[in-house]
């Protein structure tokens, strides 16, 4: 052997014609390909996840509540309370929350009706389950809220309204003001009625 390669025919190796003889796409028609496939799929997982995200956030404001959600007050408990919680049937404002005023500019509100209560809690829009009991308690099933950052007064009134509501074991309310107390009768949110 002199070294050199034997001139070898592409069919004899491969065992059929090379790719551009059949009709077949080029190497770089291949990679485009390759390429537009690559970018389909990163578009439709793109899409699929925002509609994730837009359900996932439609489902925080959605106003049904599951059943375990809703607060029990044992055996005695009645959804209609001692006055049928009809004081608590309007829109308020919370002026005081834990011992501090509210800052300026920041408003929380809770709108009670139908056994739900919702508002908003400094920054975000919250809703929770509620129930009257005949002894004057008021309970708060879980709270949900939207997610949106907030930063200074905002986001501190909103940590200590959601605590507030958290703790609430029952109220006090007369001539436009409702006061939620804690179990030891201590009050966490000093509200007035909404004009």
């Known amino acids: 052997m ?22 077949v796409v080029s190497g770089r028609s291949r990679w485009y390909s390759r390429c537009m496939v690559q970018r389909s799929w990163r578009a439709f997982l793109a899409v699929a996840v925002v509609a994730l995200f ?48 509210v800052p300026t500019g920041v408003t929380p509100t809770i709108v ?17 389950s509620y129930e009257v009991t005949e002894d004057g308690g008021l309970l708060f099933g879980q709270a949900r809220s939207t997610l949106m950052a907030c930063e200074g007064p905002g986001a501190k009134t909103e940590a200590s309204f959601s605590e507030a509501i958290r703790l609430t074991q029952s109220y ?17 949110m000093k509200l007035t009625a909404a004009a």
């Open 2 to 23: 002199d070294g050199s390669l034997p001139n070898l025919d592409v069919r004899s190796i491969i065992g059929r014609e090379p790719a551009e003889e059949k009709g």
């Open 54 to 101: 837009v359900a996932m956030a439609l489902a925080a404001c959605s106003s049904a509540t599951p059943a375990e959600d809703k607060p029990s007050a044992g055996a005695d408990a009645d959804s209609s309370g001692a006055n049928g919680g009809t004081d608590l049937q309007r829109d308020w404002i919370a002026t005081d929350i834990v011992g501090e005023p």
């Open 112 to 128: 009670f009706a139908d056994g739900e209560a919702s508002g908003n809690n400094g920054c975000n829009q919250w809703g929770a």
């Open 172 to 188: 006090e309310a007369s001539s436009g003001t409702l006061t939620l107390l804690d179990e030891a009768g201590d009050p966490l």
